[in-house]
Each structure stands twice: as C-alpha cells, then as structure tokens.
C-alpha cells in the first residue's frame, strides 16, 4: 500500500514538473530569429518575441512592412539560429510568389510547431524559398539521391495553386495524405474534408489520394461602380443597382433577373452613357479570362470538359456549342470589355502571318504593364480587393462561380512526414488566427471565417455602430400612433468618440415642423439599450434603430440606404454576399476530378486566343465563329492528352499493316508522344505478299517449284528409261512432296485466315511425311539389296511400304481430329515502355494432338536416321546410302523449323522468314543431290573420269562380292 502512495506522488510529481517545464517553455523560448538571404548569402536579420496570447509575433506588423520584396528567409529558435547544419534540421518550403504576407503568416506559426518538437529533442528551423509559379509547379525536385544533399531543389513542403496538384502527383513528388486523413479522424471525431468547400474534393483528391491541405481559397466576385450608374441614370439609361441593392425592382427571386445577359445588357448601355468600356477583368497575369469564360460556360450549362468513354481523356466540351457565344463575340468585338491582355504580344501575332499549327500559336498573358483597376461600370473581381466608397459587391449572376486557391502538400522525399502534417494541422486550426488571416474573405473550411468575415457574437451597440458606421446626413422613414402613413426625417451620423450615434436637427430644412412635437434636437449615441434620460439608442434589426421619444414611447427608424442612390454597403453585407457566392463556387474541371494537364491548360492559355479573334481579330484573315471555337477547342485537346512518358496506363491501337514497310503505325488513344524512348509503329505480325520478305519468299519458293515442276514432267516422260524406271517412284515421291513443301511455304505469307491456316499445316505435315517416307524406303531397299534380303523370292512385295503407309494413314487421322479444333486466335504481345496489344495468328488448336503430330513426325525421321545408319558399313561405292543418311540428318532441321514455326509462334516474323528460306532451301539441295544425279545420267552429262557401278553376285553361301569398273566412255 505505501509504495503505491509512493508511485502516486512520482507520478504526481512528474505531472507538475512536466507542466512547470512547459509552461516555462512557452515563457522563455519566446525568442526567434529570422535571416533574409539573397544570393544564397544572409544579409538581414530581425529578432522577433512570439507572444502566446496572440499567437503572433509582437513584431508582426513591422515584418508586414519591411517583408515586401523578400525571396527568401530561415527562421529558427534564436539559440539554433548559428548552429551549424550537422546540429539543426532545416525544414524547405517552396511558395510561389505570393503576397509577401503569406511568408510572414507561414513564419508565425513556426513558434508553436517548433517548441513542441524542442520538447522532443528535435531543434527545427524554416526555410522559406519563393521560387516562383512556373518552377513551384514543373522543376524537377529531389533529383539527387544523396541523403546527406542539402541542395535547395528538394523541398519538404510546396504551396501550390489548385490546377497544380495532379502535375506533381502525376510526377510521383507528392505525399499521399489519406493516412493523415484518417488520423484527424480519429483524434478529433470529424473528417477533415467535411469541413471544407464541398466542390473542394474535385481539386485536392484524385482517385484513392488526397494530394494537399488547402491553405488559400480563391473565387470570383462582380463588383459595380454606383457613381456610374447613377450618372447613367440621370441620363436616361434603364439601370437599376444590381441586387442587393433596389429589392423591390429584383423581387426574392433576383436570379431569375440578374443572369449574365442582364451583365452583359448593363455593361453595353454603360460603354454607350459614358464612351468607356462598361465591364472589366482584372489586370495581371492570372489568365482572368480564362476563369471568366468557364465560369459563364458553367453557368450557361455549357460543359467546359466533357471526357471521352473510351480513352478516358479529358476534351473540350463546348465545341458544339458554338452559336450560343455568338453573344459573347459580340460583347467583345464592339469593345463592351476593356483591354485586357499585355497588347505588345497582340500587335505581333496580327502582325505576323497566321500560325500554321496549334504548337505556334501565342501564349497570351495579361496586361501587367499598365494596371488601372478604376472600376467604370461592373467588374469581374477577386474577393480580396480593396474598393473605393462607390464601388459595391453585388450577387454573382448565373449557378456557379471559379473556385481556386492553394494548398500545401508534402513531398514524398522528406524525412519528415508526420511533423510536416502536425505543422500544416497547426496553420489551418481554428484554435489559431493564421488560415483566418491568409483569408481575408473566405476560408477554405466552413468552421474557419476570414479575417475581415470572422464571426463574432456582437452587442446590440456593436450592431449600432455599424449600421451608422458612415457619417453623413440620410433620410430614415417611421411610422407614428400606429397609422399606416411613412413619415421622413434626415438624421446626421456622427462619431463620438469610439461609439457612433444620431443627431436629430428638427430645424434642418430638409424636415418640416411637424416633427417638432415628436423628436428633441440632441445627440443620441448607440448603447445595448434605450435610455430617454440619457439620450441612448440602440439596434433593433436590419437598418432600424430604436429611440424612446419620451419615457413610454419608442419609434423605430428605418434608414433609406437600401433605396437611396447613396447605397452604403456594411462588412457585414459584403461576407454575406461572399458565403453565398463560394457556396455554389466550382474548379475549372467540375464535374471531373483534378489532372495534370489543367496546369498546362492554364499556362498555354487558349481562352486568351480565342477571345483575342472576337476583340481584335487577326490581320491576315478572320475566321467563322465556329471556325475559332474549334481551334480554341483542337489547343484544349491537345493541351488535355496527356504525354505517354507521364501516363501509366497507355490505350492504343494499331493501324493496318503498311505491306511495302512492314510496319503498323502505333496509334495512342490516351497520351501523345514526347519521348524517343517510346515507339511509334512496330513491325507487322505477319509478312505481307508485297513487303521484300514476302517477294524473296515468293520468288525463292516459285524456283524451287518449277525445278521441281520441271523436273516431275521430266520424270513423267522419261519414265521408260533404263536409268529412271527402277527408282521412279522414290523420285516421284520426293518431287511431289517437295512440291507439297512449297505450296505450304505460300500460305506462311500474307494475312492469317482460318483457311490458310489448315491449308499450310496440311500441306506442311504431307509434305514433310512423304519426303521422309520417300528416301526413308529407298534406304531400306538399298540395305536389303545389299544383304540380300530382296533378291530372294517374297510373296510380300510391299512389305518395305507397310510401316510408312501405316504412319501417314495416323498423321492423317491426327490431322483430320486437328483441323476440328483449329481456329484463328488473339495472341499477346508486349510493347516496351507503352503496353499489351493482340494479333491474329493461327491457333495451335487441340496441342495433345499437335505434339502427337509432330511426335509421329519425329519418330519417322528417327525410323529414317537408324535406317540410313545401318547402311553404314557399305561400300563407298554403293553411295546412295550416304545421301539418305546426310539428308536425314538434314531433314533434322526441317522439322525444327517447322516446329518452331508452328509451336513457338511470336509477333517477330524473322523467325517465320528465316525458318521458311530454311525449308525451301534444305528441300532444293535434297532434290539436286537425288534428282541432279539421275539426270546428269539420263542425258549422259561426265562429271568424273569414272563412274562405278557395284554389281552383286550372292548366293546361299553368301560368297564375296565381286566389283567390276566400266569406262564411262
């Protein structure tokens, strides 16, 4: 019992000890440093005192200052700042170029990351690098495998754009983050993703990976000048303030009414009242075109991509679509629009001929040399501007609006993935200010509010001060002793001191006496309640303030700012607007996940090209409206197929078989070649009639086959010679088989079809086992002439055909069971670096009864060799027996070849090519050395001074064989 008291006050102790550490922790580590570095060389320094209570750098506003054109900077616990890099870890985080706020933002909540890692013994620094928006998303990273490598090219963390996620993850750089996901989950008892935007997923998630942390959102707002639609309107123009504003002309359902062809109507009448460009885009290089364009597509419910069902590649989707923008030419070719691109590339594209292809056209960008953001008439804007007191939010028209912004993702290179999460976990917390400040507006997590929207429960009195936060006289209406009769008075709003109040002057001119009896000239300043004795108002609900007119009367007054020219427009106004616009906000690529070709579509800017034809048009000549909607659409579908090196899975098909080249164009469905390394055509799976191989074939086989032609008809009429009519039929037998050979040759050529297949393997195998059979008997009658079997009397005459009769009757019937089951069949064949394809080749139908074929085949060459090599031991003189037994030896690599041919078949035809010339070849010489000697003695052609000629004499005793030698002449 008393030592678990013991542990109890260790463990008691330990907790206190561990708490007074922390706490002294976050007293006395309150010091950091951070160095500006240029040119890789540290050149300023600022000392910094990370308060606890704010969660923010004391100095934060003076780095907010000085922080303006800074690249890059390191910050570290001031007592790691001089280490040296053995002794410290240095976090990378690329950005692109951003506001110079975010760097300080991402900087603050160092601090609180940074201290809890020191807790566990691991000392981190920051380094923060601008590397720009082209190299943030497309430079290689991490290319050095050297674990020990501190270039500055192998970031940790990457802030990127939201149409830059799928080219990193396409480039395999980025972090799946599912896991982490996951671990949210659990610890906190929510997801991550259901708190945030819910057309969100289609940006940062794609297939089974969450790619990024968002960190920024982005979207798109229309701003209006209300100084110029009131000139317009006093000159007689049909406008009306867009809603909020004028309720009772735009009525509950303000969207039936305000569509962007209302915009469009508006901003034309503008460009007519005042001779300047009714509507704008913001300025810059931000392809502000582009978001405008699909956002009027998605609204118009014109799909922006539409994704092919067999290759699964994204395209353009409004290029049937093409009439419906006749309106929008129309907007841009009468100038409705002010300029918008930088012009000096303009100017050069008119100027020079057309492009003759989609690869040469411009890439346009917008003006960032003369910027003048005065708002004329109504503007496509970013939410994050700072407007001038004429210039108003109104509702976004139409369904949807461009949804951007920016995430954070973690390289799959780093050391550090689970710290990294911790400190992105840490940017985006609720319980810290720093996702709220990075988003003025709107955050990218609906349970976060932006800096300037952030909710807070306010007091009556605050709610005063900011309905009367302008100051200015402005007429408020009231109803008094309950009559339905609207009275009016003009009421000054004043400051005093930090509250905002009312004076009433009923002896301004502007208000008749009959006031007098009602109000009290005097000041009355906002408060939680009404107070008659001490001159106190307070807010009753949307533009109404209550004030007691005496102890027991209280008259609610209602400002006309709603409907007065003058429209003021509170905080409060402005982020209501705003959570109603990124409600319905959508990417570039809704309904479809994000891709990697979305970046590269932003940066060859196709939109800029097309709306350039409808402002400026081309000096050359000018397209069809069709006609530039289409080009518009063959850049998008270039742009969208992604490049075969970066995709994994390849769709193609092959062309049909170019016969004179040998070769099939590969044709790739999904991807476009952008790399040597990738093929595109391969050979044909077969030897075209017309191709150099065929003709060889062909010519070589029509050679073989009119010698042996020639030579059958030869035989045929020699048939009575005294030379010919003995061993005619081994003749006859191997001609006709050769010959049999060679038809079979004919069919190897050429495209498969079920037909050719069994002609040529009928042909093949008959050939090949009458061949065999044909100098297979002669040896046998050759052995037995010369042991004197033969000269005997037999009553079987046909006994040295019966074996071979009996296996071509079984090469036959396995034939004839074969060709049942024959077929043309789908073979596989792989293409490095792209992928599987099929091709016709004839099939190898049942193979127990192909093997048997060949097993028969192989066994009668066997039968032929041991035949021919029992003929060893006679004379040299009797030399027909070495032939046969070379020729069987030779018809060895017949068969090989054919079975090889037939069993091993492949898509390369050199092996079908070479075994064919073997064939033929080895066939011909067989035929000369058997039939070239016949006739070099049939038509009494010497070759040799002698010839001999055995003649055998036997008898029972078997006596000696005597030799006699004729003269050949």
Same mark, same amino acid.
């Given at each position: 019992?008393?030592?678990?008291?013991?542990?109890?006050?260790?463990?008691?102790?330990?907790?206190?000890?561990?708490?007074?550490?922390?706490?002294?922790?976050?007293?006395?580590?309150?010091? &950091?440093?951070?160095?500006?570095?240029?040119?890789?060389?540290?050149?300023?320094?600022?000392?910094?005192?990370?308060?606890?209570?704010?969660?923010?750098?004391?100095?934060?506003?003076?780095?907010?200052?000085?922080?303006?054109?800074?690249?890059?900077?390191?910050?570290?616990?001031?007592?790691?700042?001089?280490?040296?890099?053995?002794?410290?870890?240095?976090?990378?985080?690329?950005?692109?170029?951003?506001?110079?706020?975010?760097?300080?933002?991402?900087?603050?909540?160092?601090?609180?990351?940074?201290?809890?890692?020191?807790?566990?013994?691991?000392?981190?620094?920051?380094?923060?690098?601008?590397?720009?928006?082209?190299?943030?998303?497309?430079?290689?990273?991490?290319?050095?495998?050297?674990?020990?490598?501190?270039?500055?090219?192998?970031?940790?963390?990457?802030?990127?754009?939201?149409?830059?996620?799928?080219?990193?993850?396409?480039?395999?750089?980025?972090?799946?983050?599912?896991? &982490?996901?996951?671990?949210?989950?659990?610890?906190?008892?929510?997801?991550?993703?259901?708190?945030?935007?819910?057309?969100?997923?289609?940006?940062?998630?794609?297939?089974?990976?969450?790619?990024?942390?968002?960190?920024?959102?982005?979207?798109?707002?229309?701003?209006?000048?209300?100084?110029?639609?009131?000139?317009?309107?006093?000159?007689?123009?049909?406008?009306? &303030?867009?809603?909020?504003?004028?309720?009772?002309?735009?009525?509950?359902?303000?969207?039936?009414?305000?569509?962007?062809?209302?915009?469009?109507?508006?901003?034309?009448?503008?460009?007519?009242?005042?001779?300047?460009?009714?509507?704008?885009?913001?300025?810059?290089?931000?392809?502000?075109?582009?978001?405008?364009?699909?956002?009027?597509?998605?609204?118009?419910?014109?799909?922006?991509?539409?994704?092919?069902?067999?290759?699964?590649?994204?395209?353009?989707?409004?290029?049937?679509?093409?009439?419906?923008?006749?309106?929008?030419?129309?907007?841009?070719?009468?100038?409705?629009?002010?300029?918008?691109?930088?012009?000096?590339?303009?100017?050069?594209?008119?100027?020079?001929?057309?492009?003759?292809?989609?690869?040469?056209?411009?890439?346009?960008?917008?003006?960032?040399?003369?910027?003048?953001?005065?708002?004329?008439?109504?503007?496509?804007?970013?939410?994050?501007?700072?407007?001038?007191?004429?210039?108003?939010?109104?509702?976004?028209?139409?369904?949807?609006?461009?949804?951007?912004?920016?995430?954070?993702?973690?390289?799959?290179?780093?050391?550090?993935?689970?710290?990294?999460?911790?400190?992105?976990?840490?940017?985006?917390?609720?319980?810290?200010?720093?996702?709220?400040?990075?988003?003025?507006?709107?955050?990218?997590?609906?349970?976060?509010?932006?800096?300037?929207?952030?909710?807070?429960?306010?007091?009556?009195?605050?709610?005063?001060?900011?309905?009367?936060?302008?100051?200015?006289?402005?007429?408020?209406?009231?109803?008094?002793?309950?009559?339905?009769?609207?009275?009016?008075?003009?009421?000054?709003?004043?400051?005093?001191?930090?509250?905002?109040?009312?004076?009433?002057?009923?002896?301004?001119?502007?208000?008749?006496?009959?006031?007098?009896?009602?109000?009290?000239?005097?000041?009355?300043?906002?408060?939680?309640?009404?107070?008659?004795?001490?001159?106190?108002?307070? &807010?009753?609900?949307?533009?109404?303030?209550?004030?007691?007119?005496?102890?027991?009367?209280?008259?609610?007054?209602?400002?006309?700012?709603?409907?007065?020219?003058?429209?003021?427009?509170?905080?409060?106004?402005?982020?209501?607007?705003?959570?109603?616009?990124?409600?319905?906000?959508?990417?570039?690529?809704?309904?479809?996940?994000?891709?990697?070709?979305?970046?590269?579509?932003?940066?060859?800017?196709?939109?800029?090209?097309?709306?350039?034809?409808?402002?400026?048009?081309?000096?050359?000549?000018?397209?069809?409206?069709?006609?530039?909607?289409?080009?518009?659409?063959?850049?998008?579908?270039?742009?969208?197929?992604?490049?075969?090196?970066?995709?994994?899975?390849?769709?193609?098909?092959?062309?049909?078989?170019?016969?004179?080249?040998?070769?099939?164009?590969?044709?790739?469905?999904?991807?476009?070649?952008?790399?040597?390394?990738?093929?595109?055509?391969?050979?044909?799976?077969?030897?075209?009639?017309?191709?150099?191989?065929?003709?060889?074939?062909?010519?070589?086989?029509?050679?073989?086959?009119?010698?042996?032609?020639?030579?059958?008809?030869?035989?045929?009429?020699?048939?009575?010679?005294?030379?010919?009519?003995?061993?005619?039929?081994?003749?006859?037998?191997?001609?006709?088989?050769?010959?049999?050979?060679?038809?079979?040759?004919?069919?190897?050529?050429?495209?498969?079809?079920?037909?050719?297949?069994?002609?040529?393997?009928?042909?093949?195998?008959?050939?090949?086992?009458?061949?065999?059979?044909?100098?297979?008997?002669?040896?046998?009658?050759?052995?037995?002439?010369?042991?004197?079997?033969?000269?005997?009397?037999?009553?079987?005459?046909?006994?040295?055909?019966?074996?071979?009769?009996?296996?071509?009757?079984?090469?036959?019937?396995?034939?004839?069971?074969?060709?049942?089951?024959?077929?043309?069949?789908?073979?596989?064949?792989?293409?490095?670096?792209?992928?599987?394809?099929?091709?016709?080749?004839?099939?190898?139908?049942?193979?127990?009864?192909?093997?048997?074929?060949?097993?028969?085949?192989?066994?009668?060459?066997?039968?032929?060799?041991?035949?021919?090599?029992?003929?060893?031991?006679?004379?040299?003189?009797?030399?027909?027996?070495?032939?046969?037994?070379?020729?069987?030896?030779?018809?060895?690599?017949?068969?090989?070849?054919?079975?090889?041919?037939?069993?091993?078949?492949?898509?390369?035809?050199?092996?079908?090519?070479?075994?064919?010339?073997?064939?033929?070849?080895?066939?011909?010489?067989?035929?000369?050395?058997?039939?070239?000697?016949?006739?070099?003695?049939?038509?009494?052609?010497?070759?040799?001074?002698?010839?001999?000629?055995?003649?055998?004499?036997?008898?029972?005793?078997?006596?000696?064989?005597?030799?006699?030698?004729?003269?050949?002449?």
């Amino acid at each position: 019992m008393r030592n678990k008291i013991h542990f109890f006050l260790l463990l008691l102790l330990y907790i206190i000890i561990r708490n007074i550490r922390k706490s002294y922790a976050e007293i006395s580590n309150i010091n &950091y440093t951070i160095d500006i570095i240029k040119d890789n060389k540290k050149t300023d320094r600022y000392q910094l005192t990370f308060n606890y209570s704010t969660y923010l750098f004391n100095e934060v506003n003076s780095l907010f200052v000085n922080f303006r054109e800074e690249e890059e900077a390191i910050i570290c616990n001031s007592k790691d700042i001089d280490k040296s890099e053995e002794d410290k870890t240095t976090i990378l985080f690329w950005v692109p170029t951003y506001s110079f706020s975010i760097i300080v933002l991402l900087f603050n909540a160092f601090p609180i990351w940074e201290n809890k890692h020191r807790d566990n013994g691991k000392p981190f620094c920051m380094r923060i690098k601008d590397v720009g928006w082209v190299d943030n998303a497309n430079k290689e990273i991490c290319t050095n495998d050297d674990p020990n490598n501190e270039d500055l090219s192998c970031p940790d963390l990457i802030l990127l754009g939201t149409t830059q996620f799928s080219y990193r993850y396409s480039k395999n750089d980025t972090l799946n983050l599912e896991k &982490y996901f996951r671990e949210y989950f659990k610890k906190k008892g929510y997801s991550l993703e259901s708190l945030m935007n819910k057309y969100s997923m289609y940006d940062y998630h794609l297939g089974n990976s969450w790619l990024a942390i968002p960190f920024i959102v982005d979207f798109r707002t229309l701003k209006f000048n209300v100084t110029t639609f009131d000139y317009c309107k006093s000159k007689g123009y049909d406008l009306h &303030y867009p809603p909020p504003f004028e309720k009772d002309y735009w009525g509950p359902n303000y969207k039936e009414k305000w569509t962007w062809e209302k915009v469009f109507e508006y901003s034309k009448l503008i460009t007519e009242c005042t001779q300047k460009p009714g509507f704008q885009l913001p300025s810059g290089c931000s392809y502000e075109d582009t978001k405008f364009f699909i956002t009027l597509c998605q609204s118009m419910n014109i799909p922006f991509i539409t994704e092919d069902s067999e290759s699964e590649v994204k395209k353009c989707g409004f290029r049937d679509y093409s009439e419906k923008f006749s309106f929008l030419k129309v907007f841009f070719e009468n100038h409705y629009i002010r300029k918008w691109l930088n012009e000096e590339q303009v100017w050069k594209w008119r100027n020079e001929t057309y492009p003759d292809s989609i690869e040469k056209q411009p890439l346009f960008r917008g003006d960032i040399i003369n910027i003048d953001e005065n708002i004329n008439g109504i503007k496509f804007s970013t939410p994050i501007e700072e407007s001038k007191p004429n210039i108003k939010y109104t509702h976004f028209p139409g369904t949807t609006t461009f949804l951007g912004g920016s995430g954070i993702i973690i390289t799959k290179k780093t050391k550090y993935p689970d710290e990294l999460f911790e400190y992105i976990e840490i940017l985006i917390s609720e319980e810290y200010p720093y996702v709220s400040l990075t988003n003025p507006s709107v955050t990218p997590f609906e349970n976060v509010r932006g800096n300037q929207c952030k909710y807070q429960s306010k007091t009556k009195r605050e709610l005063c001060n900011s309905l009367l936060q302008s100051n200015g006289t402005y007429p408020y209406y009231f109803s008094y002793n309950n009559n339905n009769n609207l009275n009016v008075i003009y009421i000054t709003q004043n400051s005093f001191g930090e509250n905002k109040g009312i004076s009433i002057n009923t002896k301004n001119s502007m208000n008749s006496g009959i006031f007098n009896n009602i109000f009290h000239d005097a000041d009355y300043i906002c408060d939680d309640e009404t107070d008659f004795q001490n001159n106190k108002i307070t &807010y009753n609900s949307e533009y109404k303030i209550e004030l007691k007119i005496n102890e027991d009367e209280t008259i609610l007054l209602k400002s006309m700012t709603d409907i007065v020219s003058n429209q003021e427009q509170s905080l409060d106004d402005i982020c209501s607007i705003f959570d109603e616009t990124i409600k319905n906000a959508k990417p570039y690529q809704f309904p479809y996940s994000t891709f990697g070709e979305i970046n590269i579509f932003e940066y060859r800017a196709p939109i800029s090209l097309m709306l350039s034809h409808f402002y400026y048009k081309h000096n050359d000549t000018e397209s069809s409206l069709k006609d530039i909607i289409n080009e518009c659409c063959d850049i998008i579908d270039d742009t969208f197929l992604p490049r075969c090196s970066e995709s994994k899975n390849i769709k193609f098909k092959l062309s049909e078989c170019d016969t004179k080249r040998h070769k099939q164009k590969i044709i790739f469905i999904n991807c476009k070649i952008d790399n040597e390394d990738i093929k595109n055509e391969i050979s044909c799976s077969y030897i075209p009639y017309s191709n150099y191989k065929g003709i060889i074939i062909e010519i070589y086989d029509l050679l073989s086959f009119f010698f042996e032609l020639i030579s059958l008809i030869i035989l045929i009429i020699k048939r009575d010679d005294r030379h010919i009519r003995k061993g005619i039929k081994f003749l006859v037998g191997i001609i006709i088989s050769s010959m049999l050979l060679d038809i079979s040759v004919i069919f190897w050529i050429g495209k498969y079809s079920h037909s050719k297949c069994i002609i040529k393997f009928w042909m093949l195998i008959c050939g090949m086992t009458g061949f065999i059979s044909s100098y297979s008997i002669k040896a046998e009658i050759i052995i037995s002439v010369f042991k004197n079997r033969s000269l005997k009397k037999s009553n079987n005459k046909y006994r040295s055909y019966f074996v071979y009769i009996l296996i071509s009757i079984i090469e036959l019937v396995l034939l004839s069971i074969w060709t049942f089951g024959n077929k043309i069949e789908k073979r596989i064949a792989y293409i490095e670096n792209i992928g599987y394809y099929e091709y016709d080749s004839c099939s190898l139908g049942s193979e127990g009864i192909l093997t048997m074929i060949f097993v028969v085949e192989f066994s009668l060459l066997g039968l032929s060799i041991i035949m021919a090599y029992l003929g060893k031991n006679i004379p040299a003189a009797f030399n027909e027996s070495k032939k046969i037994f070379i020729t069987s030896l030779l018809s060895i690599f017949v068969i090989l070849s054919s079975y090889i041919s037939v069993i091993f078949k492949t898509e390369n035809t050199n092996i079908d090519y070479f075994m064919v010339l073997i064939i033929i070849t080895i066939t011909l010489i067989i035929n000369i050395v058997f039939i070239g000697q016949t006739f070099l003695v049939l038509f009494d052609i010497t070759i040799s001074d002698n010839t001999s000629v055995l003649v055998v004499v036997s008898n029972l005793n078997k006596e000696e064989i005597k030799m006699s030698n004729f003269s050949s002449g």
